[in-house]
C-alpha cells in the first residue's frame, strides 16, 4: 500500500464527522506536506497562480542552504581552533566523545562540518518539535490547517541562535516567538511581527549572558573570542585588524558569531535566488542597504574621538553582525513588512538607518539588527496607511 492510498483510507476518520474530526488539522498538514493538495477554485473568476504559500516557504527554506552549510562549518571550524590554541584533545561532553573520532583539526573539512552539525541539529530538532507542537495545538483548538509558515520561522530562528545556546532556552524562546509574537494575533498572515525576531528579543532580555558577550560566540568551554561587530564598538577597525580580521573573511564568514549570519556572500546568494523567484522584495532591501549606506557615511562625515563606531564605513557595516541576514531574511517578511511599493522603500530605509543608528549611538548594544526590524514592524501599518493616502489625494485631484 502506498503512502496515498494510506492517507486515503483514513481521510474519513478526520473530516467532519470522524472519529478524529478535530484533529484534520495535523492530517491535512502530513497530506500537504507529502502531496500537492488536490483542491481547486470551484467559482468561474478566479486567478492562477502557482506560487501558493507552500512553495513560497519552501523557497525561503532553499535560500537558506548556504547559510545552513556556512553555520555548520564555521561552527566547527571555530570550536575546532578553539580546541586547538587550548591545547585540548577531549572535550567532556558527548560532542568531545563524538569528534575524538574525527579529531579537532580546524583544516579538515569533515571535522568542521560534523562538529557544526553536532551544534547545529540540536538547536534546529527542539525549535521545529517545540514549535511545531503549539502549531498544531493552536490550529487543532481554532479548527484551522495547519500551514507552511512555521517551517521558515524555525529555520530562522535556528540561524539567528549562538551555537552554544541552552536548548531549554531555545526551546523558551521558539515558544514565546510563536505563541505571543504570531498566535495571540490569529496565526500566519496576522502577526505584525516577525516570530523568530520575537523569541531572540525575548532571550537578549530575558537571558543576556546566554545571548550576548565573548564566550557565547566559540562553543568551547572556557575559550573566548570576541566578533569583529564586538571589537569594533570597544576599538574601532585598529581594533578589529589587531585581531587579525580582514573585510574578506568577514565577507566570507570565518568568524564567531551567531549559527548563520556571518557568511555575507551565503547570504547574498540565498537573497539573489529570493529576487529571481520573486518571493522578496527589492525594494524592501534596497531600502535597508541604502538607509545603512546614507546613515554611516552620516556619521562618518561627522566623526567622533569617544566612539570608535563613528568611523566604520558602509561596508563593514554590511559584514559585521547580522545586517546582511536581517535585511535579506527578517525585513523581507512579507506579513510583518509593508505592503505597498513606496512604502516598501520607506520601511526598508527605516530599517537601515535604525541599524547604524543603535550600532552607533549606542555602543553597548553593537547589533542592531533586531531591535531595527522589529521597530519598522510596528510602523509598517502606519506608513502603508500614509502612503495610500497620498495616492487617494493625488487621484483625487487628477480626477477634480
Same mark, same amino acid.
Given at each position: 500500500m502506498?503512502a496515498?492510498d494510506?492517507l486515503? !483510507?483514513?481521510?474519513p476518520?478526520?473530516?467532519?464527522? *470522524?472519529? &478524529?474530526e !478535530?484533529?484534520?488539522g495535523l $492530517?491535512?498538514m502530513v497530506d500537504?506536506?507529502i $502531496?500537492?493538495?488536490?483542491?481547486v477554485?470551484g467559482?468561474?473568476t478566479?486567478i492562477?497562480?502557482? =506560487?501558493?504559500l507552500?512553495?513560497t516557504?519552501?523557497?525561503?527554506?532553499i +535560500?537558506?542552504?548556504f547559510?545552513?552549510?556556512m553555520?555548520?562549518y564555521n561552527?566547527?571550524y571555530? +570550536?575546532n581552533?578553539?580546541?586547538e590554541?587550548?591545547?585540548? !584533545?577531549?572535550i567532556?561532553?558527548w560532542?568531545?566523545?563524538?569528534?575524538?573520532?574525527?579529531g579537532?583539526?580546524?583544516?579538515?573539512?569533515l571535522?568542521n562540518?560534523v562538529?557544526?552539525?553536532l551544534?547545529f541539529?540540536?538547536?534546529y530538532?527542539?525549535?521545529?518539535a517545540v514549535?511545531?507542537?503549539?502549531?498544531?495545538? &493552536?490550529a487543532?483548538?481554532? *479548527?484551522?490547517e495547519v500551514?507552511?509558515?512555521?517551517?521558515v520561522s524555525s529555520?530562522?530562528y535556528?540561524? /539567528?541562535?549562538?551555537?552554544?545556546?541552552p536548548?531549554w %532556552?531555545? @526551546?523558551l524562546?521558539?515558544?514565546?516567538?510563536i505563541?505571543i509574537g504570531?498566535?495571540v494575533f490569529g496565526?500566519?498572515? !496576522? =502577526?505584525?511581527?516577525?516570530?523568530?525576531l520575537t523569541g531572540?528579543?525575548?532571550?537578549? &532580555?530575558a537571558?543576556p @549572558?546566554?545571548?550576548?558577550?565573548d564566550?557565547?560566540w566559540?562553543?568551547v568551554?572556557g575559550?573566548?573570542a570576541?566578533?569583529?561587530?564586538?571589537?569594533? @564598538?570597544t576599538?574601532g577597525?585598529e581594533?578589529?585588524?589587531?585581531?587579525n580580521y580582514?573585510?574578506v %573573511?568577514?565577507?566570507?564568514?570565518?568568524?564567531p558569531g551567531?549559527?548563520g549570519e556571518t557568511?555575507?556572500l551565503?547570504?547574498? /546568494?540565498?537573497?539573489? &535566488?529570493?529576487l529571481?523567484?520573486?518571493i522578496?522584495?527589492?525594494?524592501?532591501m *534596497? *531600502?535597508?542597504?541604502?538607509?545603512?549606506?546614507?546613515?554611516?557615511?552620516?556619521?562618518?562625515?561627522?566623526?567622533?574621538?569617544?566612539?570608535?563606531m563613528?568611523g566604520?564605513p558602509?561596508y563593514?557595516?554590511?559584514?559585521?553582525?547580522g545586517?546582511?541576514?536581517?535585511?535579506?531574511?527578517m +525585513?523581507?517578511?512579507p506579513?510583518s513588512?509593508?505592503?505597498?511599493?513606496?512604502?516598501?522603500?520607506?520601511y526598508? @530605509?527605516?530599517?537601515g538607518i535604525?541599524?547604524v543608528?543603535?550600532r552607533?549611538?549606542?555602543?553597548?548594544?553593537?547589533e542592531? /539588527?533586531?531591535l531595527?526590524?522589529?521597530?519598522?514592524n510596528?510602523f509598517?501599518?502606519t506608513i502603508? $496607511?500614509?502612503v495610500?493616502?497620498?495616492? /487617494?489625494?493625488?487621484?483625487?485631484?487628477r480626477?477634480?
Amino acid at each position: 500500500m502506498s503512502a496515498r492510498d494510506f492517507l486515503d !483510507k483514513i481521510e474519513p476518520y478526520f473530516t467532519k464527522g *470522524g472519529k &478524529f474530526e !478535530k484533529y484534520f488539522g495535523l $492530517y491535512e498538514m502530513v497530506d500537504t506536506f507529502i $502531496y500537492t493538495p488536490a483542491d481547486v477554485t470551484g467559482g468561474k473568476t478566479h486567478i492562477r497562480d502557482g =506560487n501558493d504559500l507552500k512553495r513560497t516557504m519552501t523557497f525561503v527554506v532553499i +535560500a537558506t542552504f548556504f547559510c545552513v552549510l556556512m553555520a555548520m562549518y564555521n561552527t566547527g571550524y571555530q +570550536a575546532n581552533h578553539a580546541m586547538e590554541a587550548m591545547g585540548t !584533545k577531549e572535550i567532556s561532553n558527548w560532542r568531545g566523545i563524538f569528534m575524538s573520532l574525527l579529531g579537532y583539526n580546524p583544516m579538515n573539512p569533515l571535522s568542521n562540518f560534523v562538529h557544526g552539525a553536532l551544534y547545529f541539529f540540536p538547536i534546529y530538532i527542539v525549535t521545529l518539535a517545540v514549535g511545531g507542537i503549539w502549531e498544531v495545538l &493552536f490550529a487543532t483548538v481554532r *479548527g484551522h490547517e495547519v500551514n507552511e509558515g512555521f517551517l521558515v520561522s524555525s529555520m530562522l530562528y535556528t540561524l /539567528i541562535m549562538p551555537p552554544d545556546m541552552p536548548l531549554w %532556552q531555545v @526551546a523558551l524562546g521558539i515558544s514565546f516567538g510563536i505563541v505571543i509574537g504570531k498566535e495571540v494575533f490569529g496565526g500566519t498572515g !496576522k =502577526n505584525f511581527l516577525n516570530p523568530a525576531l520575537t523569541g531572540r528579543a525575548f532571550l537578549y &532580555f530575558a537571558y543576556p @549572558a546566554s545571548i550576548t558577550g565573548d564566550s557565547v560566540w566559540v562553543a568551547v568551554d572556557g575559550y573566548t573570542a570576541a566578533t569583529p561587530l564586538g571589537l569594533a @564598538a570597544t576599538g574601532g577597525l585598529e581594533a578589529v585588524h589587531a585581531a587579525n580580521y580582514t573585510w574578506v %573573511q568577514s565577507f566570507l564568514g570565518f568568524e564567531p558569531g551567531c549559527l548563520g549570519e556571518t557568511s555575507t556572500l551565503g547570504i547574498l /546568494i540565498g537573497a539573489a &535566488f529570493l529576487l529571481y523567484t520573486r518571493i522578496a522584495s527589492y525594494r524592501i532591501m *534596497g *531600502g535597508v542597504f541604502l538607509g545603512m549606506v546614507a546613515t554611516s557615511l552620516l556619521f562618518n562625515m561627522i566623526g567622533s574621538d569617544t566612539d570608535p563606531m563613528f568611523g566604520i564605513p558602509w561596508y563593514w557595516h554590511l559584514t559585521m553582525g547580522g545586517f546582511a541576514f536581517g535585511m535579506v531574511y527578517m +525585513a523581507t517578511d512579507p506579513v510583518s513588512a509593508a505592503m505597498t511599493d513606496t512604502g516598501r522603500w520607506v520601511y526598508g @530605509a527605516l530599517v537601515g538607518i535604525m541599524t547604524v543608528l543603535i550600532r552607533v549611538v549606542n555602543p553597548a548594544f553593537p547589533e542592531g /539588527i533586531m531591535l531595527a526590524i522589529l521597530f519598522s514592524n510596528m510602523f509598517a501599518p502606519t506608513i502603508d $496607511y500614509f502612503v495610500m493616502q497620498a495616492n /487617494i489625494r493625488r487621484r483625487i485631484k487628477r480626477h477634480a
